[in-house]
């Protein structure tokens, strides 16, 4: 079952400071949303008052387009994973999956230790509950661990437990904070892939807050971008890198981080030549992607100079850390590690082409500008597959 969560110009203040202002946003039945911003930016707040665990100030939350505000957490059908695991370390690993279900099921007095059994009726249900924390831990491939105690779990497997508390409810929407952050690198991308996997499976709601844009580009449909208590664009992780609206999106999707120079040097590039000199005319910021520089000169292109100061090899590519002879601006360009080796003289001065189309135009606000020729990487994808 999934829900479509409506957030409508959502504000929380703290005394004087505003931590969100008017965010809003519509999640889809089912979709995989991710909130991606800095630290600080106010996503664990909105999370929260998604869940019911804090008020908001202003603006409404309408889960299958009812409002939820007057509700508290337990009637809101969601489930909500943290960073801090927060498992009963004296409960085993089946217990402390089995806890929101013996909360919703088993009248209080039966729950307490020694009594339950005593109580007629209850057998059964024991049974129930038993059976799908079996089902629940399968799915989650913890089911050899049942018996062990938190303690005696990697950070990996309590992460996993934590998602099967949460699974076992079987509620309409799931909230993650920052849910992979306390574990090594090698572990993260595996259960990156792992809770993409069980979205698919669940078929629920997801909304994910994470501040690793990787994390947000590869798991989500959408991704919401959050900065200084707002949601600055949502899009799919592609349009996001594509078609930033707004520089400080450009500059916090995408890794390397993309260039951003001043229009003037870009004009020294040869704007005029490639028919853009028109646009060029009051200051603004340019900004491409590492990958749009390449080696060499493209009579369609601009065309730049620029010193290697770094190199880093990634494998297959490498990073170029470059200063640009003229303005000496530092760009970064990905080169494939072949394309690399062939330089001939990797100390001197080197060409680069940029093409327009790999441009983006961005105004002294930060919102993009729309210019003709300009940011339209799509007509390349479309190049290329013909
Ligand atoms: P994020 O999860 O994006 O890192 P948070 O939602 O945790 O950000 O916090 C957003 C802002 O709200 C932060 O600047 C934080 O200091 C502030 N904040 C959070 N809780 C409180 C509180 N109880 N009182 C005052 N300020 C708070
Ligand atoms: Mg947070």
Redesign the pocket.
């Known amino acids: 079952m999934a829900a479509a969560v409506e957030l409508d110009r959502i504000d929380k203040t703290?005394g004087t400071?505003a931590?969100l202002r008017a965010a809003s946003l519509d999640v889809q039945p089912g979709e995989f949303m991710t909130l991606v911003?800095p630290?600080?930016?106010?996503?664990?707040?909105?999370l929260r008052i998604i869940a019911g665990l804090l008020p908001q100030s202003g603006g409404e939350v309408r889960i299958d387009g009812q409002c939820v505000d007057h509700l508290p957490p337990k009637a809101r059908d969601i489930a909500m994973v943290f960073q801090s695991y927060a498992l009963y370390p004296h409960m085993s690993v089946a217990e402390n999956i089995a806890t929101p279900l013996k909360v919703r099921h088993l009248p209080r007095l039966a729950r307490m230790p020694g009594i339950g059994r005593l109580m007629p009726g209850q057998s059964a249900n024991r049974q129930a509950i038993s059976d799908k924390v079996r089902k629940t831990a399968e799915l989650v491939e913890i089911d050899g661990l049942l018996d062990r105690r938190p303690a005696a779990l990697s950070g990996g497997q309590r992460q996993r437990v934590a998602l099967a508390r949460a699974i076992i409810r079987d509620p309409q929407v799931f909230l993650m904070d920052e849910p992979l952050s306390n574990l090594d690198a090698r572990l993260r991308v595996t259960m990156r892939a792992e809770i993409t996997a069980l979205h698919r499976r669940l078929g629920a709601t997801f909304i994910y807050?994470t501040?690793d844009q990787t994390e947000a580009m590869t798991m989500s449909s959408r991704v919401a971008v959050?900065m200084d208590g707002g949601i600055v664009q949502c899009g799919t992780p592609q349009a996001l890198y594509d078609a930033p609206e707004d520089i400080r999106v450009a500059r916090f999707i995408g890794s390397p981080e993309i260039n951003v120079v001043a229009s003037d040097e870009v004009i020294g590039w040869g704007a005029e030549a490639v028919g853009l000199s028109g646009l060029l005319q009051r200051p603004l910021q340019m900004a491409f992607r590492p990958e749009a520089l390449r080696l060499g000169t493209d009579l369609a292109a601009l065309r730049l100079r620029a010193r290697i100061e770094r190199s880093e090899r990634l494998g297959h590519d490498v990073l170029l850390f470059l200063r640009t002879t003229v303005e000496g601006s530092m760009l970064t360009a990905r080169l494939t590690a072949a394309e690399f080796t062939a330089l001939s003289a990797p100390d001197g001065e080197l060409t680069f082409s940029l093409r327009p189309a790999d441009l983006l135009a961005f105004g002294a606000d930060g919102k993009r500008l729309h210019l003709p020729g300009l940011g339209t990487p799509s007509v390349r994808e479309v190049a290329h597959v013909g």
């Open positions: 703290y400071t931590t911003g630290s600080g930016c106010g996503k664990s707040t909105l807050v501040h959050m």
